[in-house]
């Protein structure tokens, strides 16, 4: 049965890829992203402190890059020099311990109920059934105080049809106020995924 191999998803204006590539010149990337991000921002009538944003534009793709997901991006909003919301997404292939990717494994391996208990709901997008869990998890990192920030996250697995593969894409973030908006969008960005299965 086929692998996937390769997906996509449509991410709109204020989202920036972050790059993954291990021979990245991460800083030249950065630099130059923080001046199309400045550019876009004063054109609005906006504006970004570039040296922030540079720091944060680094450190986020140096973070996403620790884990090597196949994508991850972060969307920036006017004025704003941290991400409002970073998006990771890769697969998941079947091994001799787990021969297919199923809905189940994905909540028994994904689901954390030391902050709450996670809200699990299943659907369909174009690409194949499934399944998303919502849930606050603890940060990676501790912040200058030694505390972990909460994240707010949406976790996707999709099932594309033949193959025992899943793409999982989460969205996580921490500023208050913006959950229905995130949600909404995570909806659209999982719907627009496609995806590219081995011969």
């Not at 620790?66 to 969307?75: D, F, G």
């Amino acid at each position: 049965m086929a692998h996937i191999t390769d997906c996509d998803l449509g991410l709109h204006d204020g989202w920036v890829v972050l790059p993954l590539d291990p021979d990245a010149d991460v800083s030249g990337w950065a630099d130059a992203t923080a001046r199309e991000l400045a550019e876009r921002a004063s054109a609005e009538g906006s504006s970004f402190r570039l040296d922030l944003l540079r720091q944060e534009l680094r450190e986020q793709a140096a973070d996403s890059r620790e884990r090597s997901p196949v994508l991850a991006a972060a969307l920036y909003l006017n004025g704003f020099e941290s991400a409002a919301v970073v998006l990771e997404a890769d697969f998941v292939l079947p091994s001799e311990e787990v021969p297919v990717i199923t809905s189940d494994w994905f909540v028994r391996n994904f689901s954390d109920a030391a902050l709450g208990t996670p809200d699990v709901s299943h659907g369909e997008v174009p690409a194949g059934p499934c399944t998303r869990i919502k849930q606050l998890l603890a940060g990676p990192r501790a912040d200058q105080d030694g505390a972990r920030p909460l994240l707010e996250t949406i976790a996707y697995a999709v099932f594309p049809e033949n193959t025992r593969s899943a793409v999982l894409v989460l969205f996580s973030w921490t500023g208050a106020g913006v959950e229905e908006s995130v949600q909404r969008m995570a909806t659209d960005i999982v719907a627009s995924l496609t995806v590219e299965l081995s011969a």
